[in-house]
């Protein structure tokens, strides 16, 4: 898709403006790095993406895994419980050029691989830095916000593009999307957007002055 002809930006959450380590549920629940990484690849990437497309309690969607891998009950039930110990807050370089936008009257808006069951974001009890109020309050910057649990669609299916360009009232070419995942990137071109993959906030401000939105 030709870029000059981009409007507005759609920003993945998760590695774009909100940091994240799922690791940090974990981590008490294995005697060292290499079993807790065994069960990453095992188990919880594909536990992760079902999560995301299903509106379902949490123990509902990982009943399959806890049949499966009984070995893995007490971490399966740290992600049930304790999924905001992975959320480490915004990423604020990123937010600083998410506030450029909205101060230039750019449309921007979210698409996100994100549970319903844990929606809206939040930090873990006593992880919110002292005297902030709202650590999340730049999602009110967007126009509106696609949330793959809550529509049981996650990217990189082309549906949910569908949905997220219909939603947001923007036509082919005419909305960068932004995410950290290539294939979703990819995806995201493939389908009518113009993709861009994250790589830091300074690489992204400097795309988004090229393209004249900044």
Request: hydrophobic residues 50%.
């Amino acid at each position: 898709m030709a870029d000059q002809s981009v409007r507005a930006v759609i920003f993945d959450l998760g590695g774009v403006l909100i940091d994240w380590n799922p690791r940090l549920i974990f981590q008490e629940h294995f005697a060292t790095h290499g079993v807790m990484e065994a069960f990453m690849a095992d188990v919880f990437w594909q536990a992760h993406k079902a999560c995301h497309d299903s509106d379902a309690p949490f123990e509902q969607t990982l009943a399959v895994w806890r049949d499966s891998h009984p070995h893995y009950t007490d971490a399966l039930d740290a992600m049930a419980h304790h999924w905001d110990r992975a959320i480490m807050g915004p990423i604020p370089e990123t937010v600083f050029v998410l506030d450029a936008l909205v101060a230039r009257n750019v449309p921007v808006f979210a698409l996100t691989n994100w549970p319903a069951q844990t929606w809206p974001p939040r930090m873990a009890e006593g992880m919110t830095p002292s005297g902030v109020d709202d650590v999340f309050g730049f999602l009110g910057h967007f126009r509106d916000i696609v949330v793959s649990g809550q529509e049981k669609l996650a990217k990189p299916d082309p549906a949910i593009y569908r949905l997220a360009m219909t939603r947001f009232g923007v036509g082919p070419g005419e909305a960068l999307f932004v995410d950290d995942l290539a294939a979703n990137a990819r995806a995201a071109d493939e389908a009518g957007l113009v993709g861009h993959q994250f790589l830091s906030a300074g690489h992204l401000q400097g795309h988004l002055e090229r393209l004249g939105l900044l």
